[in-house]
């Protein structure tokens, strides 16, 4: 090549570069919020936009039977009717401007029509299970509730994903809030909290949502006589093939009561938290704050679901009163009561009372003996325990510590708790929907019944374990 092509391609380049590039010299339109949306037959929703040294805009194209509108600061698109045979159900909207510097920059938003599936039974926490389905619920019941109460609700948005196209097109109208999955041939397994909001965008509500092909109902477990979920909650495997089986068995990770989840490590044996997006895509990271009389209230979890509460000081609770009745509402053996409001569980399910882990071992309270453990194998990630022909697998999947001085992104997982001789092992701690007690194991011991002296003095409810659910 000779110099003077080389100079040539060098100048083209950075013609092209200044062309396209967003800057205050040039002109910039920015699209606010997604850029593909999925629409009802007949639905208008609003595009926000900001705009810098722009001297006017041009003529928006848009597919046939589509309309757009612009106003000071948003477009507002408005799908077909169901009655216009001609119109096209898929598309881009173009949208133009021409810079003070008499440049056209151009941002296209894909449309198209898909009709939402709608999710019925109220939950806390929902499965969808097919690629590239639009779905939506009724945002004005919380959890398990059959009544509309959030009478208020203005507003949706994804608070957190573990990925940034697993969930998305979150939206409200009408008391319902839309989302869908990713397109492809196969699901994008993701884990996501998305809320609806109040005019002011305060969070009033919000929901997990479970993109995973697991049917909980096809293949659960059995343990003193209950239905129990065959991997914890949120989980994307229950194996320990591999270290990255172990991990994908880890799933979520609550504070006792709470129905709002929290991520846990990226590697099985990491203190690193997972990668989170929210809905914009950017990288975010769960809140943390330390119990008091205003944050350690069920209102404060409520209003703020990615903000993980650590305990003040000993026993080390995220309630600053206590409250037995978050998860259950008759503490022991028993599970007598209906599903409670922040049971964290999806609909025909609730999180486990007591009773149901007894049988994992022979001696129900703390016990070193391995003749005790009713085990098959060495220890692997874990155990598998043997249940009347059954083997089931409990990943030592640890926990989110509760204490204020490890309430850090990246401190705050661990899966190692220090022995009393200062030496540690990994650790497995699940909840019971009775707040005086959680299962618990390391390595060289079980304890099925963990609990100290009185309900309030017990293990930390600041701490985030995982979640095994048993049909309701």
Same mark, same amino acid.
């Given at each position: 090549m000779t110099k003077i092509a080389k100079i040539f391609l060098v100048a083209l380049f950075f013609t092209f570069a200044a062309c396209n590039k967003d800057d205050e010299s040039v002109g910039a339109l920015a699209i606010i919020g997604d850029t593909s949306l999925d629409f009802e037959y007949g639905q208008t929703k609003e595009v926000h936009y900001t705009v810098k040294n722009i001297a006017s805009f041009g003529d928006v194209t848009f597919p046939k039977g589509w309309s757009?509108?612009?106003?000071? +600061?948003?477009? *507002?698109? *408005? /799908?077909?009717?169901?009655?216009?045979? @001609?119109?096209?159900?898929?598309?881009?909207? #173009?949208?133009?401007?021409?810079?003070?510097?008499?440049?056209?920059?151009?941002?296209?938003?894909?449309?198209?029509? !898909?009709?939402?599936?709608?999710?019925?039974?109220?939950?806390?926490?929902?499965?969808?299970s097919e690629p590239g389905v639009r779905y939506k619920f009724?945002? !004005?019941? =919380?959890?398990?509730?059959?009544?509309? %109460?959030?009478?208020?609700?203005?507003?949706?948005?994804?608070?957190?994903?573990?990925? #940034?196209?697993?969930?998305t097109n979150v939206s409200y109208e009408n008391g319902y809030i839309y989302f869908a999955t990713a397109e492809g041939d196969t699901l994008q397994e993701t884990n996501a909290v998305i809320a609806v909001t109040d005019s002011e965008k305060n969070v009033l509500w919000s929901w997990h949502i479970w993109a995973t092909d697991f049917d909980p109902a096809a293949e659960p477990d059995v343990l003193a006589g209950q239905q129990v979920m065959s991997r914890n909650l949120g989980a994307f495997a229950n194996s320990n093939v591999s270290a990255e089986e172990a991990w #994908?068995?880890?799933?979520?990770? &609550?504070?006792? +009561?709470? #129905?709002?989840?929290?991520?846990?490590?990226?590697?099985?044996?990491?203190?690193?938290?997972?990668?989170?997006?929210?809905?914009?895509?950017?990288?975010? %990271?769960?809140?943390?704050?330390?119990? /008091?009389?205003?944050? +350690?209230?069920? @209102?404060?979890?409520?209003?703020?679901?990615? *903000? &993980?509460?650590?305990?003040? @000081?000993p026993p080390y609770h995220w309630l600053s009163l206590y409250d037995g009745d978050l998860w259950d509402s008759s503490p022991g053996d028993a599970n007598t009561t209906p599903k409670t409001l922040y049971d964290p569980c999806p609909a025909g399910w609730r999180v486990a009372p007591r009773d149901v882990f007894l049988p994992l071992a022979t001696n129900p309270h703390f016990t070193t003996d391995p003749a005790d453990f009713n085990i098959v194998g060495e220890?692997?990630? +874990?155990?598998?325990?043997?249940?009347?022909?059954? @083997?089931?697998? &409990?990943?030592?999947?640890?926990? =989110?510590?509760? /204490?204020? /001085?490890?309430?850090?992104?990246?401190?705050?997982?661990?899966?190692?708790?220090?022995?009393?001789?200062?030496?540690g092992s990994p650790v497995g701690f699940y909840w019971y929907s009775d707040a005086t007690n959680s299962f618990a194991f390391r390595k060289d011991h079980i304890d099925v019944t963990l609990r100290m002296t009185t309900p309030i003095e017990q293990i930390a409810r600041a701490g985030g374990f995982p979640v095994r659910c048993v049909v309701e």
């Open positions: 757009v509108t612009r106003q000071n +600061g948003w477009y *507002t698109i *408005t /799908s077909p009717s169901p009655s216009n045979s @001609e119109a096209e159900l898929s598309g881009e909207v #173009k949208l133009v401007a021409v810079s003070t510097k008499n440049i056209t920059i151009t941002r296209p938003i894909k449309v198209a029509v !898909r009709i939402a599936e709608e999710i019925t039974r109220p939950a806390n926490s929902f499965i969808v009724n945002a !004005r019941r =919380r959890g398990n509730e059959t009544v509309e %109460t959030l009478t208020n609700a203005a507003g949706a948005t994804r608070v957190w994903s573990t990925s #940034k196209t697993g969930i #994908k068995s880890y799933g979520l990770y &609550f504070q006792w +009561g709470r #129905k709002d989840p929290f991520i846990g490590p990226d590697a099985w044996d990491s203190t690193t938290g997972q990668m989170l997006y929210d809905a914009s895509g950017n990288s975010v %990271t769960h809140a943390f704050a330390v119990s /008091s009389a205003e944050i +350690g209230s069920i @209102e404060y979890a409520v209003a703020h679901p990615n *903000t &993980f509460i650590a305990g003040a @000081e220890y692997n990630y +874990g155990w598998t325990f043997l249940i009347d022909g059954q @083997e089931i697998f &409990f990943p030592a999947a640890g926990r =989110r510590s509760f /204490s204020p /001085s490890l309430a850090t992104s990246a401190r705050n997982y661990t899966n190692v708790v220090n022995d009393d001789n200062g030496s």
